[in-house]
């Protein structure tokens, strides 16, 4: 099924008998059972007002087609949305769509927040076939339940995304990269937490164990040099990138690639960054990659092993990004889940969107 | 403004509902004293009163479960309060409810600076927290101009912003759990010490602006930043209101991103100076807008915000000199509100619309406000697009508040006309409640209450607000339609 307007999508779903499952690019290698519902007919940006950091874009356009139109007007979506087709080795063009669906964002998020942070108004068709719009396309609105923050990461769960409506944000006039090398995970950790506890606007703050450790600093040139300089003296880290060299080695970090290949499963650890180190001491992980100052960590893992075994004790939500074998999403507290699944009763009272996929 | 008729079952139970509070609750005040009730029959939006049952007033997340539990069983109405200053209404009691208030909620649980949060009970007020993590560099972004004294309870409940959010964002983009008490008495946890925590459903996103409709939120933990080097404000005047609108678009559009673009027309400006003496000119729009950083990163700032600003002749281009004039400056904006109040009798209007829509929507404001023969005063967030229209009335004139009334409807529906919103920071409460329709289709309002028949199936919880009455009355009256199973 491939609806190319939210009345068709409507309609399939009101028509549909049996599970559904909400594909855009499927770059994300979330599939689940049910009959495929073909997103990327939904395309298009359909307003874009530079002047009011705004654009509404259909759910099927690719990430690629809105990221070219923010950069003609020198701006970009700050939250850093990932692509996940090297670690996950597919094809295909992200959509719109799969990051919200899936709230993503890179190292950005640290300072600047989740997609949900920057997702302004959303359209959907739940499961009863309605047509449902939350939010707008204003910076600031209270007007009812916040349903765009709801929408933003369900998975496809409560509904069929269509319209998405984004803050977007200046590019800044130019980056750099701050590194140090050699430093074990906790040092790495105690020396991000140095330099966000600073005044100095990090924008990104990562560790490769056996490898370097990376802040990132945008702005305008004058101010960057000023702050690379006082981070510094603060941290011991020296410049190692600016300008496009150091915003190619953030790409490569928002999406991942140092994870391509290997048979290995691929986890995502979302925890207090002061308890990096010590997951990262029960882990022993083969490769990974401390984020969000050591809050977020990628990591490989035995294929087939379910690691929160490993983690019990730890504050720490675990999800498995590439792999099989192990459920999914975090498991939720029995509360939690009660008002998990009253909402998606609600949302979708036949059970058939992306059924199973969020537990 | 229409509230319902109290359920006359509750009020019939009123003595034994007081006295089994008392009897759970020893330790905790229960008032029911019609003289004390006096202080919680509204809240800043005072045009709308009425003394509620009681009032409870818990000291921990027990003591709320244990009195939500009681009201749950007795089937009465519950009204979350925090500070009172609600300017929607959102805290106004019905006389068959009971307060549940957090004031006495105020302790300061945790301070991690390491992973940069602070945990603490919902009754502190918001600049408290601030005050909790000064001395240490740091602070707490969300800066109402009610910050001294709102506490973070209606914060989270209002998912409130100020003029420092064009930066650092609102509420929501600041809060990272929650502890919640849900009408039934249940506890739930909700988020946690770091961003996205607990993974599944974003619920935290969703509780933050729920307007005290979903459960009652007692502790809270809330991202904290270093502060910044330093920051100073910049006066901008101008001859007309619609010129310094589109002054602000084309800073917006240049790519500066200043911490605060704030919007003062002529009678707020006259206002706030006699209230506040900052020097501010005397002219017909002013601008403040504010950059951070280092004094270079200052001076940069404002030298690329100064050559876009003369391209509109500004009558007036002057920064502040000292951090005296600075706080002058952000005493006298913050303190519009209650300055307008002293002159006037004014209803506070909170739309929001695209930023590239300021000027005209500011030029149609000033055309309707002689339509109505009803004088307007402007003072907002104009960075954001969050207006603040306030319409001068003569409470003592009759028809007057009625006409104002009108006026503002009229105002909100242009808001959302020209692709905004009706309130963009305030809440919907009973104020605006009867004007979603102009926003929202009765499939988007249906979607919105089935979270809360989720939440709170028998809609005990501020069930007056926020919706139209009519879209909520078979709710209300406990009988949830078949589509709800
Ligand atoms: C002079 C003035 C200036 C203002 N400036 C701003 C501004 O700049 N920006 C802005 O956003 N707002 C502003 N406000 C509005 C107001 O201050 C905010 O809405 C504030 O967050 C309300 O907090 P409160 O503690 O007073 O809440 P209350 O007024 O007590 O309650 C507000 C809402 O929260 C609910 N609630 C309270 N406690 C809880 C709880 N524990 N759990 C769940 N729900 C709860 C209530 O039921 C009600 O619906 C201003 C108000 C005034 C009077």
């Known amino acids: 099924m491939k609806p190319t307007s ?9 028509a549909a008998d049996g599970p559904l499952c909400i594909q855009g690019a499927g770059t994300r290698g979330l599939s689940c059972d049910g009959d495929v519902l073909d997103t990327t007919g939904l395309s298009g940006v359909t307003l874009y007002d530079p002047g009011a950091l705004t654009l509404v874009a259909g759910a099927g356009t690719t990430l690629t087609e809105v990221e070219d139109l923010l950069a003609k007007e020198g701006q970009r979506l700050a939250f850093e949305p990932r692509r996940l087709n090297a670690l996950m080795g597919t094809s295909g063009e992200t959509t719109l769509g799969g ?21 302004l108004g959303v359209r959907f068709v739940n499961g009863a076939g309605e047509i449902v719009k939350n939010g707008g396309r204003v910076m600031k609105n209270v007007t009812g339940y916040d349903l765009v923050k709801l929408l933003a990461g369900s998975h496809g769960t409560l509904g069929v995304l269509t319209e998405l409506s984004l803050k ?49 600093i945008e702005g305008f040139e004058d101010s960057v040099v000023y702050r690379t300089g006082k981070l510094s003296e603060l941290t011991g880290a020296e410049v190692s990138l600016q300008g496009e060299a150091s915003r190619a080695r953030w790409a490569d970090l928002r999406d991942l690639t140092m994870f391509s290949g290997g048979d290995a499963d691929i986890w995502r650890l979302r925890l207090k960054p002061s308890d990096g180190p010590d997951a990262m001491a029960r882990l022993q992980p083969g490769k990974a990659l401390m984020d969000m100052a050591g809050g977020e960590i990628w990591l490989e893992h035995q294929a087939g092993d379910n690691l929160r075994s490993q983690l019990k004790g730890l504050n720490c939500d675990a999800q498995q990004i590439r792999g099989q074998g192990a459920e999914r999403f975090q498991p939720q507290s029995p509360a939690l889940a009660k008002l998990q699944s009253g909402l998606r009763a609600q949302f979708d009272p036949r059970g058939i969107l992306n059924a199973g996929l969020m537990g | 403004m229409q509230m319902p008729q109290p359920d006359a079952r509750v009020l019939d139970r009123k003595d034994r509902i007081i006295a089994r509070l008392r009897a759970a609750l020893p330790d905790c005040p229960v008032i029911s004293d019609p003289r004390e009730l006096h202080a919680y029959e509204c809240d800043a939006l005072t045009a709308y009163r009425c003394p509620p049952m009681c009032v409870v007033l818990p000291g921990s997340t027990e003591e709320v479960s244990a009195a939500l539990r009681i009201c749950h069983e007795e089937q009465a109405p519950v009204v979350p309060r925090g500070a009172g200053t609600s300017l929607a209404g959102g805290a106004l009691p019905t006389a068959d409810s009971v307060i549940i208030g957090v004031a006495r909620l105020n302790q300061f649980l945790e301070t991690d600076y390491t992973n940069r949060f602070i945990r603490v009970q919902t009754g502190v007020t918001n600049l408290s927290v601030t005050g909790q993590v000064q001395e240490d560099g740091f602070f707490y972004a969300p800066d109402p101009s009610s910050q001294l004294a709102c506490a973070i309870a209606g914060n989270i409940a209002m998912n ?85 609108g589109e002054c602000v678009s084309d800073i917006i559009r240049a790519g500066i991103l200043p911490v605060a673009i704030e919007f003062m027309d002529r009678p707020c400006i006259r206002a706030c100076e006699a209230f506040a003496k900052a020097g501010y000119p005397d002219v017909e729009a002013l ?62 209007l909170d739309g929001t619309i695209p930023v590239s829509e300021l000027p005209y929507v500011l030029r149609r404001i000033g055309e309707m406000s002689k ?24 409470a003592n004139k009759p028809g007057d508040l009625e006409l104002c009334e009108e006026f503002g409807a009229d105002i909100l529906k242009l808001c959302v006309e020209v692709g905004g919103c009706l309130t963009g920071e305030h809440g919907v409460g009973v104020e605006k409640r009867d004007l979603m329709d102009h ?19 028998a809609w005990l919880l501020n069930s007056a607000k926020v919706f139209p009455l009519t879209h909520t009355e078979n709710r209300r009256k406990g009988a949830l339609p078949p589509s709800a199973s």
């Open chain 1, 168 to 216: 977007v944000l200046p590019q800044p006039e130019t980056e750099a990269t701050l590194a140090i090398t050699g430093q074990t995970s906790a040092e790495a950790q105690k020396m991000m937490a140095l330099a966000l506890g600073s005044p100095f606007e990090v924008t990104g703050a990562v560790h490769i164990p056996g490898g370097d450790t990376l802040l990132r």
């Open chain 1, 99 to 119: 990051i919200v669906a899936t709230n993503s964002a890179g190292p950005a998020r640290i300072a600047l927040g989740n997609c949900a942070d920057h997702l």
């Open chain 1, 6 to 14: 939210e009345t068709e999508l409507a309609e399939m779903i009101r």
């Open chain 2, 287 to 348: 601008l403040i807008v504010e950059v951070e950083g280092s004094e270079d990163e200052i001076s940069h700032q404002l030298s690329l915000i100064k050559d876009i600003a003369m391209k509109h002749n500004p009558a007036e281009f002057r920064e502040s000199t000292s951090s005296e004039e600075s706080a002058a400056i952000w005493l006298g904006r913050k303190s519009a509100f209650g300055a307008m109040g002293q002159i006037n009798d004014y209803m506070c």
């Open chain 2, 439 to 457: 926003q929202y289709a009765p499939v988007d309002i249906e979607a919105q209450l089935r979270v809360k028949d989720v939440f709170d199936p």
């Open chain 2, 160 to 244: 409130s912003g100020g003029a420092h959010c064009l930066k650092y964002g609102v509420t929501t983009n600041n809060l990272l759990g929650v502890t919640m008490v849900m009408m039934d008495g249940e506890v739930v946890e909700i988020g946690g010490e770091y961003p996205d925590a607990g993974g599944g459903l974003n619920l935290l996103g969703l509780i933050c602006g729920s307007e005290g409709q979903l459960g009652i939120v007692t502790e809270a933990t809330l991202r904290i930043l270093h502060a910044p080097e330093g920051a100073r404000p910049v006066m901008i005047g101008f001859d007309s209101n619609e010129v310094a």
């Open chain 2, 371 to 394: 339509d109505y023969g009803l004088d307007v005063a402007n003072v907002f967030h104009a960075g954001d697009g969050n207006m603040h229209p306030l319409i001068l009335f003569d």
